[in-house]
């Protein structure tokens, strides 16, 4: 068995449900059972596909995170000129928000 199949059995077994499989496994491809299951589901939508559903779930993943770092740039930068923080410590914070939200993209697009 190669890693992504021995993965699926594996979290098959667990599960106790023949359809789950997580994204990663097999490549991102569905079985035939999950992909008749999916369309006999989305029967009346217009071409609704599994990768419209992957895309929808990450785009909202990337504008939630990028309205988070503008969140953070704007309360360090408020701060700043308030004269609350200093700014080494508004440009840290922005620099760690700047690097979870790079990090949140980079796993989104894996």
């Avoid at 599960?15 to 997580?22: D, N, Q, V, Y």
């Avoid at 071409?47 to 770092?69: E, K, N, R």
Wanted: with cysteine.
């Amino acid at each position: 068995m190669k890693g992504a199949a021995k993965r699926a059995a594996l979290w098959t077994l667990l599960l106790g449900i023949g359809c789950f499989t997580p994204t990663w496994a097999a490549d991102n491809e569905m079985f035939s059972e999950q992909r008749s299951a999916f369309q006999s589901a989305n029967a009346g939508s217009a071409q609704f596909d599994h990768t419209d559903s992957i895309a929808l779930i990450s785009a909202t993943v990337v504008v939630l995170a990028m309205m988070w770092f503008a969140w953070v740039v704007l309360n360090a930068y408020r701060a700043w000129g308030a004269g609350v923080s200093e700014g080494m410590d508004a440009g840290s914070q922005v620099l760690r928000a700047l690097f979870v939200m790079l990090i949140t993209m980079l796993i989104v697009s894996y």
